[in-house]
Nanobody, 126 residues
Framework: QVQLVESGGGSVQPGGSLRLSCAASGFSLDYHSIGWFRQAPGKEREGVSCISVGDISTTYADSVKGRFTISRDYAKNTVSLQMNSLKPEDTAVYYC???????????????????WGQGTQVTVSS
């Protein structure tokens, strides 16, 4: 059974850090680009970051550049999102998703992402 499971969410104060993990079962992430998305209350889901097949490229939303880092662990079949200097506006449910498109720049948004996780809540508040 193909499945993606996110973990690592929680509550943190502004300026804090969290590390999200996306674990795959039933398939290898090696041949998929993996994206992180988030949806805040009352807002549409937006792309946060993406890592291409072979880690040849990564992309970040302008709002998280310099604060978030996406990485892949081939041995563990996981993709992580290190989130530093968190802000209240980062509060959202975070989802990971996979696509067979090899390069993130060619995914054209969210439509080509096939498998999605159930999401993990991140709350940044003082």
């Amino acid at each position: 059974q193909v499945q993606l499971v996110e973990s690592g969410g929680g509550s943190v104060q502004p300026g804090g850090s969290l590390r999200l993990s996306c674990a795959a079962s039933g398939f290898s992430l090696d041949y998929h680009s993996i994206g992180w998305f988030r949806q805040a209350p009352g807002k549409e889901r937006e792309g946060v970051s993406c890592i291409s097949v072979g880690d040849i490229s990564t992309t970040y939303a302008d709002s998280v550049k310099g604060r978030f880092t996406i990485s892949r662990d081939y041995a563990k079949n996981t993709v992580s999102l290190q989130m530093n200097s968190l802000k209240p506006e980062d509060t959202a449910v975070y989802y990971c998703a996979s696509t067979p498109v090899r390069v993130c720049a060619n995914t054209g948004g969210q439509a080509l992402f096939v498998h999605w996780g159930q999401g993990t809540q991140v709350t940044v508040s003082s």
